[in-house]
C-alpha cells in the first residue's frame, strides 16, 4: 500500500511539475474555454432566454470540452520520448500510475474550473457559487468521473494513430451520465431548487464515479500492455 | 544479485511473438549466463527490438516460454525482477520539461531508491551532466539525452541491463563515453544484452555474438570464435539468405 500510494503521489509531483514549467494544458483549457464561453453568450438571446437555465449546460460544455484536450495532452507526455515504458519497466503497480495520473488530471480540471467560473461570473453576470459548499460537491464529483473515465481511455487512445482525435471520440460518449447529472445538479443549484429536488443527481454522480473508478482500475493494466 | 550456479540468467524457450498477422519474433531459443555480455545483430523488421522488449517485461510473447533467475516470467515481471533490469532504448525514456536532476530523482522514487537525490547526484557525475543537471532535457543534444537515459537506466543499480540501439545518433565523443560505460558496467560482471546494427562496436562489446534475421536467431557464437575481418560477409550472408 506505501509503494501504491509513493508511486502514485511520485506521477503527481511529476504531472504538476511538467505542468507548473510549460504551462500547456492550463493554457490550452484557458483559451479554449474563454472561447466557448464568448461563443455561448453571442449564440443566446439573453433577453429572451433566463441565465439560470443555461449557465450549468455552458460552464459544463467548457469543462467538458477543455479536460478532454488537457487529458489527452497528458498522456502524449507519456508517449513522447518511451516515458510510458520507462513507467511500466518501474517495480511499480499499474493501478499505482492509473491513480497517478488520474489524479494530477483530476487536480489540473479542478484549477481549470477555479479559473474560468469567475470569468463566467463576469461574462454572464450571474454567480453559480451561491450555494458555495453543494456547487463545489457538484464539481468536484462531476470532475472526478471524468477524470476515472478519461485516464482510462487517453491510455488506450495514446496508442491509437488518430490518438488526438480518437481521444475525444471515445470518451465523450462514455463520460455522458456524469455529464447529465452534473449539469442538472450545477442547474439546479444556481436555480434554488431545494435539496430534495436535486438529490438524485448527486446519487448518480456518486454512483457513476465508484464504477468508473472501480472499472477503470481493474481494466488500466490490460489497456496499457502491449 | 547475480545467478552463479551455472543455469542461464535469462532463458527464452521457442519464443513466439505475434502482432496481427506477423510473427514479429519466430521460435527464438537463447540462454544468456550472468555476467555474460550478448550482442544481436540484425537487420530492420527482425525483431530485435520485440525481442529485447519481452525481456524487459514490457510484451508479453505470444508462445514459449520466458525464464529470468531461475524464475518463469512469461506472464509478466514481478516488481522484484523489475528492480534487476535496466533498460536503455533509442528514445530517450525520459521527460524533456523536467530536468535531468529530476528525471533521476522521479525515476529513483518509482524504484524505492533509498536516497534518491544522493543517487541522482552520484550518475549525473557518472554520465558526466552535473554541470547541466538544472537544465529541462529537452535543451539536451540526442549524446547528452543518451547519457540521461543510462543515467536513468543505472538508478536502481540493475544486474541486467538491456540495451535497444544506444549508439543511434551519437557523435565519435557521446559514442566512446557510452562504450567506456558499458565495458565498466560489464567488468562488474553485470549481464548486457545490446542489439546494434554498428558491428564493429558490437564485436568489440560482446562477449558473444547472435545474429537476427526474419524473427529467428541465424547465428550465435563467442566472441572469440569470429574472425571480425570477416564478420560483415558472414552478417551480409545470412541477412541475404533469410525470407522476408
Redesign the interface.
Known amino acids: 500500500m506505501k ?1 501504491f500510494l ?2 502514485a503521489a ?1 506521477i503527481v ?2 504531472d504538476l ?2 505542468e507548473l ?2 504551462k500547456e494544458i492550463i493554457t490550452t483549457t484557458f483559451m479554449f474555454s474563454v472561447l466557448t464561453l464568448l461563443i455561448f453568450n453571442f449564440a443566446f438571446d439573453m433577453t429572451s432566454v433566463k441565465v439560470e437555465d443555461v449557465a450549468a449546460g455552458v460552464l459544463w460544455v467548457a469543462f467538458l470540452f477543455s479536460g478532454s484536450i488537457s487529458m489527452n495532452r497528458s498522456f502524449l ?1 507519456e508517449k ?4 510510458l ?8 503497480d499499474r493501478s499505482s500510475v492509473y491513480f497517478g495520473k488520474m489524479a494530477s488530471n483530476l487536480l489540473l480540471t479542478l484549477l481549470s474550473m477555479a479559473i474560468i467560473i469567475p470569468i463566467f461570473t463576469v461574462m454572464y453576470n450571474i454567480n453559480v457559487m451561491e450555494r458555495f459548499a453543494l456547487q463545489c460537491l457538484t464539481l468536484f464529483l462531476g470532475a472526478l468521473g471524468f477524470n476515472a473515465v478519461g485516464a482510462l481511455i487517453a491510455a488506450m487512445a495514446v496508442n491509437l494513430r488518430a490518438r488526438e482525435m480518437m481521444g475525444p471520440l471515445l470518451l465523450l460518449p462514455v463520460v455522458a451520465p456524469v455529464v447529465i447529472a452534473a449539469v442538472k445538479a450545477s442547474g439546479g443549484l444556481i436555480r434554488g431548487e431545494s435539496l430534495d429536488q436535486i438529490w438524485v443527481w448527486f446519487q448518480i454522480l456518486a454512483v457513476f464515479d465508484v464504477i468508473y473508478l472501480v472499472v477503470s482500475w481493474l481494466v488500466f493494466e490490460h489497456i496499457i ?2 | 544479485m547475480t545467478q552463479n550456479n551455472g543455469s542461464p540468467l535469462i532463458e527464452l524457450k521457442s519464443i513466439v511473438k505475434r502482432f496481427g498477422r506477423v510473427n514479429a519474433v519466430n521460435g527464438v531459443s537463447l540462454a544468456v549466463k550472468s555476467g555474460e555480455s550478448l550482442t544481436i545483430f540484425g537487420p530492420n523488421g527482425a525483431g530485435k527490438t520485440t525481442l529485447l522488449r519481452m525481456i524487459a517485461g514490457l510484451v508479453k510473447p505470444t508462445e514459449g516460454e520466458l525464464v529470468i533467475a531461475g524464475e518463469e516470467v512469461t506472464h509478466g515481471h514481478h516488481d522484484d525482477l523489475r528492480r534487476r533490469i535496466g533498460y536503455i532504448s533509442h528514445q530517450s525514456l525520459v521527460y524533456q520539461e523536467l530536468t535531468a536532476r529530476e528525471n533521476l530523482v522521479f525515476f529513483a522514487k518509482l524504484y524505492g531508491v533509498s536516497e534518491p537525490h544522493a543517487k541522482a547526484e552520484t550518475l549525473l557525475k557518472e554520465v558526466g551532466l552535473e554541470s547541466r543537471g538544472d537544465d529541462p532535457a529537452q535543451t539536451f543534444s540526442r549524446g547528452m539525452k543518451q547519457r540521461l537515459s543510462i543515467a536513468r537506466a543505472l538508478v536502481n543499480d540493475p544486474d541486467i541491463i538491456l540495451l535497444d540501439e544506444p549508439f543511434t545518433g551519437l557523435d565519435q565523443h557521446a559514442a566512446s563515453m557510452l562504450q567506456n560505460l558499458l565495458k565498466r558496467l560489464h567488468s562488474e560482471k553485470r549481464t548486457i544484452v545490446m542489439i546494434t546494427h554498428n558491428l564493429q562496436v558490437g564485436l568489440e562489446m560482446g562477449t558473444r555474438v547472435a545474429i537476427q534475421a526474419a524473427g529467428k536467431i541465424r547465428f550465435d557464437k563467442a566472441a572469440s570464435e569470429i574472425d571480425h575481418a570477416a564478420f560483415t560477409e558472414v552478417y551480409n550472408g545470412i541477412v541475404g539468405s533469410a525470407h522476408y
Open positions: 509503494r509513493s508511486g511520485a509531483r511529476k511539475a511538467m514549467r510549460g507526455h513522447e520520448e518511451g516515458c515504458s520507462a513507467l511500466m519497466l518501474a517495480p511499480l500492455e502491449e
